[in-house]
T-cell receptor, first 115, second 108 residues
Framework: GAVVSQHPSRVICKSGTSVKIECRSL??????MFWYRQFPKQSLMLMAT?????????EQGVEKDKFLINHASLTLSTLTVTSAHPEDSSFYIC???????????FGQGTRLTVV | GQQLNQSPQSMFIQEGEDVSMNCTSS?????WLWYKQEPGEGPVLLIA?????ELTSNGRLTAQFGITRKDSFLNISASIPSDVGIYFC????????FGAGTRLTVKP
């Protein structure tokens, strides 16, 4: 069964609103989680590394004030897309390794559509 | 950043045929992984490789971690229709980077 759960699986929001996406590790504690973005027919692009108890590390070109990451507990990381615009519409996926630097398991993904 | 070159981009094969895809990188990775993704879902781990030269099988899938730590291949033997999907290689050090994917179509 799934070891990483992501919610919601789909969300439609209006331009200018904010959307929160949750990523939970179900049967293990994850000090690190990763957030990816995927455009249609393209690969997964790493957006940021979420670190429990400290600030997230963002990839070059990813606006940290736009994509707020909070990793408040060892089983939950959240990604908030603030003031969403249509160009933010995408598939967002989180992942977490059971043990750091080992294979990561992915959530089911969140399809965000901004209208 | 670290770049992974995955090929081929797509494959159209007949059921029963074998499939081979590979990834190369200019950077060394400590771990190579292969994932399969189906539409609207997150990637699912197929095989993880931790040692240079390691050859690992998972059913009809076989993958190898290149001796230089800069490449890996995935083979699928005797393909079946449910093998359809996008296969991604991933190289991991502190974080994980993905190849562009290989889109596999299997004709019955």
């Amino acid at each position: 069964g799934a070891v990483v759960s992501q919610h919601p699986s789909r969300v439609i929001c209006k331009s200018g609103t904010s959307v929160k996406i949750e990523c939970r590790s179900l049967d293990f504690q994850a000090t690190t989680m990763f957030w990816y973005r995927q455009f249609p027919k393209q690969s997964l692009m790493l957006m940021a590394t979420s670190n429990e108890g400290s600030k997230a590390t963002y990839e070059q070109g990813v606006e940290k004030d736009k994509f707020l990451i909070n990793h408040a507990s060892l089983t939950l990381s959240t990604l908030t897309v603030t003031s969403a615009h249509p160009e933010d519409s995408s598939f967002y996926i989180c992942s977490a390794p059971r043990v750091l630097n080992t294979e990561a398991f992915f959530g089911q993904g969140t399809r965000l559509t901004v209208v | 950043g670290q770049q992974l070159n995955q090929s081929p981009q797509s494959m159209f094969i007949q059921e029963g045929e074998d499939v081979s895809m590979n990834c190369t990188s200019s950077s060394i990775f400590n771990t190579w992984l292969w994932y399969k993704q189906e539409p609207g879902e997150g990637p699912v781990l197929l095989i993880a490789l931790y040692k240079a030269g390691e050859l690992t099988s998972n059913g009809r899938l076989t993958a190898q971690f290149g001796i230089t730590r800069k490449d890996s291949f995935l083979n699928i033997s005797a393909s079946i229709p449910s093998d359809v999907g996008i296969y991604f290689c991933a190289g991991q050090n502190n974080d994980m980077r993905f190849g562009a994917g290989t889109r596999l179509t299997v004709k019955p």
